[in-house]
């Protein structure tokens, strides 16, 4: 049959490629990974590399060798395996196991992320209570792709894996770290290096290039963060579009701060403790305090106020000052209804504004009546209508240092050698089969 057959092809040049990635030694990745944290060194960015831990367990010496570099290492499951499907009590016992491993080799690491991206609530309930600092498993997708370039059978492949790995929409949803069940989520933007090389059958650098730039392009104009993922087994096509993002991520202007997750979810969880205190002096004056770290953004909009400012981006000027008067004819702050779901308030406050619920819409030059109830789904419209209006408005920036966005370069570690790659499969099976 011809399904049969294009079925046998598309196996036949997996093998291939899987082939040509890895070796029976891991010199061939110890190569690759070398020459990726080269790239990345030289641009003043650390990597990282969420690594399974049962390959841990066959390479410590490899590991612990690249463990010297300028690197950072995550959880990437216990083994290889589609945690979804689990029980919590495999997933737990599993992420134990795991981190047994990385101690006794003496490797440290900061969060987790999902083999194939896909965990579920359990798995969060699971993080949670070993204590890891973040997860990085969510998806978010960027629309960049040009349908018309590819063969039907490529877009079909491309498809699949969306299916698969189930993304939100980053026309719907805000490309941001968030907390989630009481751990921080950091998604990972797609198109990855592998939904470009393996399934979109894309090998010109500059077509790799192309699409990471569009995203690293957008992203920088709404404020977000990249979270972008490259696999060391394909770092010889991809380096030169890895060199690019890093390149023009270093040269704009308000910066974007180049972070590990572990960075990363480190800052979600500061700037959460940031407060303001504004009293009202009369006059349309308030006495603002900033309650916060060194490290916070402190941007005013729409308003004067009594010490040195700089211009910064949207219509934002940036303040060095923690403690200062605001002038403007309105209280510098979203005003929301009495009945807003805490939900809306608390992202709101995690956007970095001073939110007052209140029955009093005229003291705002911003307000929301309606946000009893909020979803996910609101959250990318409210935070644009506050852009495009003209209320004056005190608040923290998403990002430490002045940065206007953040950028973070990511690359699960799932194999090292053929004979893992064959493991892989085996421990799945085994572990499926009792
Ligand atoms: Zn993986």
């Given at each position: 049959?011809?399904?049969?057959?294009?079925?046998?092809?598309?196996?036949?040049?997996?093998?291939?490629?899987?082939?040509?990635?890895?070796?029976?030694?891991?010199?061939?990745?110890?190569?690759?990974?070398?020459?990726?944290?080269?790239?990345?060194?030289?641009?003043?960015?650390?990597?990282?590399f969420p690594l399974t831990a049962v390959?841990?367990?066959?390479?410590?010496?490899?590991?612990?060798?690249?463990?010297?570099?300028?690197?950072?290492?995550?959880?990437?499951?216990?083994?290889?395996?589609?945690?979804?499907?689990?029980?919590?009590?495999?997933?737990?016992?599993?992420?134990?196991?795991?981190?047994?491993?990385?101690?006794?080799?003496?490797?440290?690491?900061?969060?987790?992320?999902?083999?194939?991206?896909?965990?579920?609530?359990?798995?969060?309930?699971?993080?949670?209570?070993?204590?890891?600092?973040?997860?990085?498993?969510?998806?978010?997708?960027?629309?960049?792709?040009?349908?018309?370039?590819?063969?039907?059978?490529?877009?079909n492949e491309y498809r699949k894996l969306?299916?698969?790995?189930?993304?939100?929409?980053?026309?719907?949803?805000?490309?941001?770290?968030?907390?989630?069940?009481?751990?921080?989520?950091?998604?990972?933007?797609?198109?990855?290096?592998?939904?470009?090389?393996?399934?979109?059958?894309?090998?010109?650098?500059?077509?790799?290039?192309?699409?990471?730039?569009?995203?690293?392009?957008?992203?920088?104009?709404?404020?977000?963060?990249?979270?972008?993922?490259?696999?060391?087994?394909?770092?010889?096509?991809?380096?030169?579009?890895?060199?690019?993002?890093?390149?023009?991520?270093?040269?704009?202007?308000?910066?974007?701060?180049?972070?590990?997750?572990?960075?990363?979810?480190?800052?979600?969880?500061?700037?959460?403790?940031?407060?303001?205190?504004?009293?009202?002096?009369?006059?349309?004056?308030?006495?603002?305090?900033?309650?916060?770290?060194?490290?916070?953004?402190?941007?005013?909009?729409?308003?004067?106020?009594?010490?040195?400012?700089?211009?910064?981006?949207?219509?934002?000027?940036?303040?060095?000052?923690?403690?200062?008067?605001?002038?403007?004819?309105?209280?510098?702050?979203?005003?929301?209804?009495?009945?807003?779901?805490?939900?809306?308030?608390?992202?709101?406050?995690?956007?970095?504004?001073?939110?007052?619920?209140?029955?009093?819409?005229?003291?705002?030059?911003?307000y929301f009546a309606n946000l009893a109830?909020?979803?996910?789904?609101?959250?990318?419209?409210?935070?644009?209508?506050?852009?495009?209006?003209?209320?004056?408005?005190?608040?923290?920036?998403?990002?430490?240092?002045?940065?206007?966005?953040?950028?973070?370069?990511?690359?699960?570690?799932?194999?090292?050698?053929?004979?893992?790659?064959?493991?892989?499969?085996?421990?799945?099976?085994?572990?499926?089969?009792?």
């Open positions: 049959m011809p399904g049969e057959s294009r079925g046998a092809r598309n196996l036949l040049s997996r093998v291939r490629a899987i082939l040509s990635r890895f070796g029976i030694t891991p010199r061939k990745i110890e190569a690759d990974l070398n020459r990726y944290v080269d790239i990345t060194q030289r641009f003043g960015c650390v990597p990282t390959t841990l367990s066959r390479h410590p010496e490899l590991i612990r060798k690249l463990s010297g570099r300028e690197v950072e290492f995550a959880v990437h499951g216990y083994i290889h395996t589609d945690y979804r499907s689990l029980p919590i009590e495999t997933q737990t016992s599993d992420f134990k196991k795991a981190i047994d491993v990385f101690e006794s080799c003496q490797i440290c690491f900061t969060g987790f992320r999902a083999p194939y991206l896909r965990g579920n609530g359990e798995t969060l309930e699971a993080l949670v209570k070993l204590d890891f600092a973040y997860d990085s498993s969510d998806t978010i997708w960027w629309d960049v792709v040009d349908k018309g370039k590819y063969t039907k059978q490529a877009w969306l299916d698969f790995y189930k993304p939100r929409s980053a026309q719907e949803y805000l490309a941001l770290p968030r907390f989630k069940s009481g751990i921080v989520e950091i998604p990972v933007s797609i198109p990855d290096d592998e939904v470009m090389v393996d399934r979109l059958g894309i090998t010109d650098a500059r077509e790799l290039t192309r699409i990471w730039e569009m995203i690293l392009q957008r992203i920088y104009a709404r404020g977000e963060l990249f979270t972008l993922q490259l696999h060391h087994e394909r770092i010889s096509l991809c380096a030169s579009a890895l060199e690019t993002i890093l390149q023009q991520a270093r040269e704009l202007n308000p910066p974007v701060w180049i972070a590990t997750l572990g960075e990363i979810a480190e800052w979600w969880k500061e700037k959460d403790q940031f407060t303001f205190g504004i009293d009202s002096q009369g006059d349309g004056e308030y006495r603002a305090k900033a309650n916060c770290s060194e490290k916070a953004t402190l941007l005013l909009r729409n308003c004067k106020v009594d010490r040195p400012t700089a211009e910064w981006s949207g219509g934002y000027q940036s303040i060095d000052a923690k403690d200062f008067v605001v002038e403007c004819p309105k209280r510098p702050c979203v005003g929301v209804g009495p009945d807003s779901s805490p939900h809306a308030i608390s992202f709101l406050k995690s956007e970095g504004f001073i939110v007052e619920q209140s029955d009093q819409p005229h003291n705002y030059g911003i109830d909020f979803k996910e789904a609101d959250e990318k419209p409210i935070s644009e209508a506050i852009e495009r209006s003209n209320a004056p408005l005190l608040r923290y920036g998403r990002w430490p240092d002045k940065a206007k966005s953040a950028l973070a370069i990511t690359g699960d570690i799932d194999s090292l050698t053929l004979i893992d790659f064959v493991m892989r499969m085996f421990e799945v099976w085994r572990q499926n089969g009792r």
